[in-house]
């Protein structure tokens, strides 16, 4: 038996859930607060560059927000989050993951199950995401 792996491979279906992960994820900074001066004093900086200082103190911390699931676009908007003709058919937070920061993500199918996931890039690891029903998407594990 020959096995033929297809690397990142999604189907057209999924592109839409696909699409809203990232704009999702890009949307995260324009829903946060910058660090208060509380939170820098606490992380120990010693032996840190005046521009690893300015880098950090410039961060911003996740914004809690609750999982979404089948919201269609209306008028522009789903829910919250604008959208043009594309339905938000699921979003799970950062908090989700354990994480506070975001920064790609990646979709693969399985080319025995036919499953689909979701490969998303944090501050603190990999998540793994089986988005093969795409408004039930479960989170599996973190590497």
Same mark, same amino acid.
């Given at each position: 038996?020959? &096995?033929? %792996?297809?690397?990142?491979r999604?189907?057209?279906r999924?592109? *839409?859930?696909?699409?809203?992960?990232? /704009?999702? !994820?890009?949307?995260?900074?324009?829903? $946060?607060?910058?660090?208060? =001066?509380? #939170? &820098? #004093?606490?992380?120990?900086? !010693?032996?840190?560059?005046?521009?690893?200082?300015?880098?950090?103190?410039? $961060? #911003?911390?996740?914004?809690? /927000?609750? *999982?979404?699931?089948?919201?269609?676009?209306? =008028?522009?908007?789903?829910?919250?989050?604008?959208?043009?003709?594309?339905?938000?058919?699921?979003?799970?937070?950062?908090? !989700?993951?354990?994480?506070? @920061? @975001?920064?790609?993500?990646? @979709?693969?199918?399985?080319?025995?199950?036919?499953?689909?996931? %979701?490969?998303?890039?944090?501050?603190?690891?990999? =998540?793994?995401?089986? &988005?093969?029903? *795409?408004?039930? *998407?479960l989170?599996? @594990?973190?590497?």
């Amino acid at each position: 038996m020959k &096995i033929h %792996a297809r690397i990142l491979r999604l189907s057209p279906r999924r592109w *839409p859930l696909l699409l809203a992960i990232l /704009l999702l !994820t890009s949307l995260l900074g324009s829903h $946060q607060s910058q660090l208060s =001066a509380q #939170e &820098i #004093e606490k992380v120990d900086m !010693t032996g840190w560059t005046t521009t690893m200082r300015s880098l950090y103190a410039d $961060q #911003e911390p996740a914004q809690r /927000l609750a *999982p979404l699931s089948a919201v269609p676009c209306v =008028a522009g908007f789903a829910g919250t989050y604008p959208c043009d003709n594309v339905d938000l058919l699921a979003f799970m937070p950062l908090s !989700t993951f354990a994480a506070t @920061g @975001g920064n790609d993500n990646w @979709g693969w199918t399985d080319p025995l199950t036919g499953k689909e996931y %979701a490969l998303m890039g944090l501050n603190n690891g990999t =998540a793994f995401v089986d &988005i093969s029903d *795409p408004v039930n *998407p479960l989170y599996l @594990g973190k590497l």
